[in-house]
């Protein structure tokens, strides 16, 4: 089992940057594909950035993709998202996620992630 806390959400206005933070409480943190997720008002929860367990491979979103960065430590088990370039269309509660050894063609499938955090609001000002 796993425990994830989130933080660093915020009010940012458009094109600035903030960093969210994913702490993980329990056992061999290295072993599993960490990930983000977010959900906007009255939408479906969609995929973001995922990071592999060993950190070799990240995947994004195409809505993203050159704005925001997943980089974990498996030393002081934490994955961070990293938003630069923020958009009023980026506004969403993110979420944290892990599962062990989930392999790359499968990490934007929500729903096969067992662990997930609490939630961090992040919203941007046009």
């Known amino acids: 089992q796993v425990q994830l806390v989130e933080s660093g959400g915020g009010l940012v206005q458009a094109g600035g940057s903030l960093t969210l933070s994913c702490a993980a409480s329990g056992r061999s943190f290295s072993y599993y594909t960490m990930a983000w997720f977010r959900q906007a008002p009255g939408k479906e929860r969609e995929f973001v950035a995922a990071?592999?367990?060993?950190?070799?491979?990240?995947y994004y979103a195409d809505s993203v993709k050159g704005r925001f960065t997943i980089p974990r430590d498996n030393a002081k088990n934490t994955v961070d998202l990293r938003v630069n370039n923020l958009k009023p269309e980026d506004t969403a509660v993110y979420y944290c996620?892990?599962?062990?050894?989930?392999?790359?063609?499968?990490?934007?499938?929500?729903?096969?992630?067992?662990?997930w955090g609490q939630g961090n609001q992040v919203t941007v000002s046009s």
């Open positions: 996620a892990a599962k062990i050894y989930l392999s790359g063609q499968y990490v934007g499938q929500k729903n096969l992630y067992p662990y």
């Open positions: 990071i592999s367990y060993t950190g070799g491979n990240t």
